[in-house]
C-alpha cells in the first residue's frame, strides 16, 4: 500500500490552468500508476501542495481485514489494492467485452444464473442502469436495493446485511456515502463487493475514465490529465491512479461544485469555486488536441460551460458508456470468471 504525505509552498503566480488561486496535487510515478502526470485545480488551499506517494501506510482504510475468506473471488474497494499489470488486465478485458456486446452477439453469459445485489444509499442513473444493463446484458439478474429498502446501519446493521445477502446473491455492489460502510460490507461478506461510490472514491468511475482515455488518447501512460473542480472523491481516486502532474492536458476533467449532501452548501460554493469554471478559453490554453471528461451529471454553465460539454472534443457520453463495460470486467475478475 501506499500513503500521501503533503508539503505546501505559497507561490506568487497562478498555477496554470486556473484563473485564480488554486491548489496543484501530484504524486510520483510508482509502479501501480498508470498515469505520469495528474493537475488537480482546487479551491482546497490558496497555495501549492505536492503531494507524494510514499511505501508506508495505504490512505484507505484496509479492506476486507479479518473478512471471511473468497476462494477465487475479490472485492473491489481502492484502485491501490490492485498492481498495474491487474488494471490494465481489467482494463483490456472491458475493451474485449464492450467489443462482444456492440458486435451484438449475446451468446457470451459469463453471469448467467446468478444474481447481483445493488444497494443504492444515494441514488444514481448512472450507477443503476449501467451495472444493472451490464449484467443482464452477460446473463446475470440484478437486484436494486434503494435507500428505505435497507437502510443499512440504522434499521439494520452493516455486517448482517451483508452476511444475510450473501446467502442470497453471487455479489454485492454499493453506493453508499461513509466509506466504512463499504470497508464493513466487505468484511462481513462471503462474496464479492464491489464499491459503486463513496464519500471517499469512486473507483468503478475511474476504471471508465481510464478505458475512454485509451480509446481516445491512445495511451495511459504518459497521459496529462488536469482535474479543475472540488477535491472530491473523484480526485481521491485520480491521485491513487496518476503520478507526477506538469502543466499542460491531455485531459480536463471536471465535476460538480456540489455533490450529493452538499446542495444546501451550492450558493457558497458557486461564489468560492468563480474563475474554476471549464470554459472555452480555458481548453484552448490545454491545446487541440485536449480532450473534455465530466463524469455526469454535469451542471451546465456553472462548472463548465455548455459549448465545452457539446464540443467535438468532449468525451463525456462515450465515458459514461463505459461505466458499464468497465464494470463489467470489475465484476469478472472480481467472480475469478
Request: glycine share 6%; net charge positive; aromatic share 6%.
Amino acid at each position: 500500500m501506499a500513503s500521501i504525505s503533503c508539503h505546501r509552498a505559497v507561490p506568487s503566480n497562478k498555477v496554470s490552468l486556473s484563473s485564480s488561486s488554486s491548489a496543484l496535487f501530484t504524486t510520483p510515478l510508482s509502479r501501480s500508476s498508470l498515469f505520469s502526470t495528474v493537475s488537480v485545480q482546487s479551491r482546497a488551499s490558496r497555495g501549492r501542495i505536492s503531494c507524494r506517494i510514499s511505501s508506508t501506510s495505504a490512505p484507505p482504510p484496509p479492506s476486507s481485514v479479518n473478512g471471511p475468506a473468497k476462494a477465487g473471488m475479490k472485492d473491489f474497494l481502492h484502485i491501490s489494492d490492485f498492481d498495474k499489470a491487474t488494471i490494465m488486465k481489467i482494463l483490456d478485458r472491458a475493451a474485449e467485452v464492450k467489443a462482444v456486446i456492440k458486435s451484438g452477439d449475446r451468446t457470451f453469459l459469463p453471469f448467467k444464473g446468478k444474481t447481483m445485489a445493488m444497494i443504492f444509499a444515494k441514488p444514481s442513473m448512472r450507477t443503476r442502469v449501467s451495472f444493472e444493463t451490464g449484467f443482464f446484458l452477460l446473463g446475470g439478474h440484478a437486484i436494486y436495493l434503494g435507500p428505505n429498502d435497507i437502510q443499512m446501519g440504522k434499521r439494520e446493521e452493516t455486517r448482517d446485511v451483508a452476511r444475510v445477502l450473501s446467502r442470497y446473491n453471487d455479489i454485492i455492489m454499493a453506493r453508499v456515502f461513509a466509506h466504512q460502510d463499504i470497508l464493513d460490507l466487505a468484511k462481513h461478506a462471503t462474496v464479492p463487493v464491489i464499491n459503486g461510490l463513496t464519500d471517499y472514491n469512486h473507483p468503478c468511475q475511474i476504471m471508465a475514465d481510464a478505458l475512454t482515455i485509451i480509446e481516445h488518447v491512445g495511451r495511459l501512460e504518459g497521459t496529462k490529465v488536469v482535474y479543475v473542480g472540488d477535491g472530491n472523491n473523484i480526485v481521491h481516486s485520480w491521485l491513487l491512479l496518476a503520478a507526477e502532474a506538469v502543466r499542460g492536458a491531455d485531459v480536463v476533467y471536471s465535476d460538480v461544485w456540489a455533490s450529493m449532501g452538499q446542495k444546501e452548501e451550492a450558493a457558497h460554493r458557486r461564489q468560492v469555486f468563480q474563475g474554476f469554471q471549464v470554459d472555452e478559453n480555458l481548453m484552448k490554453l490545454a491545446g487541440p488536441k485536449a480532450y473534455f471528461m465530466h463524469c455526469l451529471p454535469a451542471e451546465r454553465g456553472v462548472e463548465v460551460t455548455d459549448g465545452v460539454v457539446e464540443a467535438p472534443n468532449s468525451i463525456v457520453f462515450p465515458q459514461a458508456e463505459n461505466r458499464m463495460h468497465a464494470q463489467n470486467a470489475i465484476m469478472l475478475h472480481a467472480l475469478g470468471l
